[in-house]
C-alpha cells in the first residue's frame, strides 16, 4: 500500500482532518471546520482528487465549513471537485426551511449533552433554520448533488462508497446499521463515524464525537480496536477518567490527538481525561491548542507562540494556520504518516518541546521516547 498521511488541522474548537496519499495525490477530509485551511494544506500537498468528505455527526463543530469546502474545492484548479459527501443523517431531503411548523433545527439535530455544540450553530436554540445558515447551505449542495450524497452505517462488510487506493486503508466501524435509531436517542455523538485508518504497518483510530454509551456498544461489536493512534473523542470531553482508562486499556495507541480549541468554555479537555493519560507515560499527548489547564491565563503567551510558529513554517515549510485571536496554538496541525511505525512529522519534536517547557508551565503535553514511535 502507499503511504498514508493523516493531518488533524489546527482549527480551534472543532475537528478538521484530512487523510491523504501523496503517491496517488488522492485525499478524504473527516469533517470540516474551515475549508480555508483544507484547501491550502490539499495544494500543499498536491492533491488531485479529492475521493470524498465525511461527515461524522451532525454537529456543527463538525460540519460547518462543509458546504463551503465542497463548493470551493470545485473551482480550485488542478484538483476535481468532490467525489462523495458521506454521513449518517439524511441532508438530501430536508424539511422546507421557512415553514414555522416544521420542527426547530434543535430538536431535529439536539446539542451535545454540554451544550457545547450551540455555539457553533445558526441558528439559535429554538428558531428556524436560516437559508444562510451552515447547515441550509449543507442542504442545498446535497438537493444538487444528490448522486453523490451516501450514507454511511456500518454492517459486517460495509465498504465506504469511495474509489480509489486511498479508501483501501479505511474501515468503517461505526455507527451500526441495526443498532442506529437506538443509539441516537442517546444522542448525535454516539452515532459519530468512527473509522480505522491502516498504513504499512501501523493505524489510526479516528472516533469523532463518540461518547461512552457510543463506546461500548462498538466494543462489543469489534474483536480487536487496538490502534497506534486514536484521535480522542469529543475534544477530551464527555469521558470520566475510569471511562477513559477503559478506552486507552481497548486502543492501547502510542499517540493520542486531542483536537481543542483555547478559547473554549467548556473545560476541554477535561481533567479526567489528562489524568487517564497521565497513567501512561507510553503514550505521546499532542493537543492542537493549549487551553488554561496548561497556563492559568494562556492568552498571555499566545503573541510569543504564534510568533515561533510563524518562524517555523517559514524555516522549516511547516503547515500553520493562523488562529484567531483567542486562540493560542500547542502542537497546532499534527501530520502523522502510517508506515511501519507512526511516523510524527509536524510538529518536530525539539520545536514542540520548546513551545511546551517555555510557555506552558502545567502543559500536560509530553514527548515519550519509545520504540514503538519514530519522531523525526
Known amino acids: 500500500m502507499p503511504v498514508v498521511k493523516i493531518a488533524f488541522l489546527d482549527v480551534g474548537q472543532g475537528d478538521t ?162 443498532d442506529y435509531q437506538k443509539l441516537r436517542m442517546q444522542g448525535l455523538n454516539n452515532i459519530s463515524v468512527v473509522l480505522r485508518v491502516t498504513g504499512n504497518g501501523s493505524s489510526a483510530l479516528l472516533t469523532g464525537d463518540l461518547e461512552p454509551y457510543g463506546w461500548q456498544q462498538l466494543k462489543a461489536k469489534s474483536s480487536n480496536l487496538a490502534s497506534d493512534i486514536l484521535k480522542f473523542p469529543h475534544h477530551g470531553g464527555a469521558w470520566n477518567e475510569a471511562q477513559a482508562d477503559d478506552l486507552l486499556s481497548a486502543i492501547q495507541p502510542s499517540i493520542a490527538v486531542i483536537a481543542v480549541g483555547s478559547n473554549n468554555t467548556y473545560d476541554h479537555p477535561k481533567a479526567d481525561a489528562f489524568n487517564s493519560l497521565r497513567k501512561r507515560t507510553d503514550i505521546h499527548l499532542l493537543c492542537t491548542q493549549a487551553t488554561d489547564q496548561c497556563q492559568s491565563i494562556v492568552h498571555n503567551e499566545r503573541s510569543a507562540v504564534v510568533s515561533k510558529f510563524k518562524m517555523q513554517s517559514e524555516k522549516n515549510s511547516a503547515f500553520f494556520i493562523r488562529p484567531g485571536q483567542k486562540q493560542c496554538p500547542c502542537a497546532g496541525t499534527i501530520i502523522i504518516e502510517l508506515d511501519d511505525k507512526p511516523r510524527i512529522l509536524q510538529p518536530i519534536p525539539s520545536f514542540h518541546e520548546d513551545i511546551i517547557q517555555v510557555h506552558f508551565r502545567e502543559h500536560k503535553c509530553y514527548r515519550a521516547n519509545l520504540s514503538a514511535l519514530s519522531l523525526v
Not at 82 to 87: D, P, Q, R, S
Not at 103 to 115: T, W
Not at 131 to 160: D, F, G, I, M, V
Open 17 to 178: 482532518t484530512v487523510i491523504s496519499c501523496p503517491e496517488t495525490q488522492e485525499a478524504i477530509v473527516v469533517d470540516c471546520v474551515d475549508s480555508s485551511s483544507v484547501l491550502d494544506y490539499l495544494e500543499k500537498e498536491h492533491i488531485k482528487q479529492l475521493r470524498g468528505v465525511i461527515i461524522t455527526h451532525l454537529h456543527a463543530d463538525h460540519y460547518g465549513d462543509v458546504a463551503d469546502l465542497l463548493n470551493n474545492c470545485a473551482d480550485m484548479v488542478g484538483i476535481q471537485g468532490c467525489e462523495v459527501l458521506a454521513t449518517t443523517e439524511d441532508v438530501v431531503n430536508p424539511h422546507d426551511l421557512h415553514d414555522s411548523r416544521k420542527k426547530s433545527v434543535s430538536k431535529k439535530y439536539p446539542p451535545d449533552g454540554d451544550g457545547h455544540s450551540y455555539v457553533y450553530e445558526q441558528p439559535q436554540v429554538g428558531t428556524r433554520l436560516s437559508p444562510s445558515s451552515a447547515l441550509a447551505k449543507l442542504y442545498l449542495w446535497c438537493k444538487q448533488n444528490e448522486r453523490k450524497c451516501e450514507p454511511l452505517k456500518a454492517t459486517p462488510h460495509a465498504k465506504l462508497p469511495m474509489e480509489g487506493t486511498l479508501v483501501q486503508s479505511l474501515k468503517l466501524l461505526h455507527p451500526p446499521h441495526v
